[in-house]
């Protein structure tokens, strides 16, 4: 009887420290997701844009070899408690077209895009279309990180935008303006990577598990 008691004791002691760890790893895996969910939830980004005209001419007409640059620094704020990285930065801007809402130039290629707002119905060139995946140091919680990329239009890069642009720079100055007066329409839209979760490799994965590695913010107004 005495040996039957203990091993009913022993049975019981592992039974009870089995489920002690596992209670452990069930709470040590919720931790782990709640955080991811901080994550998605609380990670943000703040964008700014800087327009460069390189090989202007004194009136700031740009010449036939000169160039059009934004850099865009993108901001990443983490106020989470896990690590981030920066994957993929997709950037679009477009440029005003002034001479086109005067009807000056009635058709572009590749057409503006109408936007309407309280001044009215504006026109917007597409002028630049770029997406590039990002190799940044890693962020950590409760911190921040920038990156800052160049977007950048000649016209031996790219003769149809650079003429459409030059075209509106020339226009600016003719009614007494300046190139960098001319409003920009930027967008951008950027995918975050959450460290240490695996992603996804199945392609029968529920959707929640295919995004939980990545977090996508956007910000600005995409015209399409």
Avoid: C
């Avoid at 943000?44 to 740009?62: C, H």
């Avoid at 990002?134 to 921040?144: E, R, T």
């Avoid at 720079?169 to 959450?194: C, F, K, L, M």
């Amino acid at each position: 009887m005495r040996h039957a008691s203990h091993v009913a004791r022993s049975a019981r002691v592992l039974i009870i420290a089995n489920a002690a760890t596992l209670v452990a790893l069930a709470v040590a895996s919720a931790l782990n997701y709640s955080s991811v969910v901080v994550a998605h939830a609380t990670v943000y980004i703040v964008p700014s844009y800087t327009l460069e005209l390189s090989g202007s001419n004194p009136n700031g007409t740009l010449t036939a070899n000169g160039s059009v640059t934004i850099r865009a620094s993108i901001k990443v704020e983490n106020p989470s408690p896990r690590t981030v990285h920066l994957h993929l930065v997709a950037y679009q801007g477009w440029i005003e077209d002034l001479p086109g809402e005067a009807g000056i130039v009635a058709v572009r290629s590749p057409p503006d895009v109408p936007y309407s707002d309280t001044t009215g119905t504006r026109l917007f060139y597409p002028a630049f279309t770029d997406s590039r995946e990002v190799d940044g140091d890693p962020i950590p919680p409760l911190g921040n990180g920038t990156v800052v990329l160049s977007y950048v239009m000649t016209a031996s890069g790219d003769p149809r935008a650079f003429d459409v642009v030059r075209n509106i720079t020339d226009y600016a100055v003719g009614i007494g303006g300046s190139p960098a007066e001319i409003p920009w329409n930027h967008w951008v839209r950027v995918q975050i990577d959450i460290e240490g979760v695996p992603e996804a490799t199945s392609p029968t994965a529920a959707a929640h598990v295919r995004t939980l590695r990545r977090i996508e913010r956007q910000d600005g107004v995409y015209l399409g």
